[in-house]
């Protein structure tokens, strides 16, 4: 790692913006939800169709929560994946 600390902070903060811009998406098996969130899990879009809650209230939680979790775990591998290349970058260019 860099001794200068103004160059680790730029170094970490193109790595923030990097990962600051990737989402997750999931539907569900019907495709009655649609959900994107960011990395910290906060839905960005959420989508519904007209019969999401054709099976009930419990039915329609049970889709967004799953969903949900879908979309967080799909962000969370997406930015590890963006960090890692990034990263890879600021090696090759000598920053770490």
């Keep these: 790692m860099a001794d200068d600390p103004e160059q680790v902070a730029r170094q970490v903060t193109e790595v923030n913006s990097a990962v600051a811009k990737v989402r997750g998406a999931a539907f569900s098996p019907d495709g009655s939800v649609n959900?994107?969130?960011d990395v910290y899990g906060t839905i960005t879009d959420l989508r519904l169709?007209?019969?999401?809650?054709?099976?009930?209230?419990?039915h329609f939680g049970q889709l967004v929560q799953d969903c949900h979790e879908r979309a967080h775990a799909a962000a969370l591998a997406e930015a590890r994946r963006v960090e890692e290349q990034v990263r890879g970058q600021q090696d090759s260019r000598g920053a770490w």
């Design 49 to 58: 169709t007209e019969f999401a809650m054709e099976r009930g209230p419990e």
């Design 35 to 37: 959900i994107e969130v």
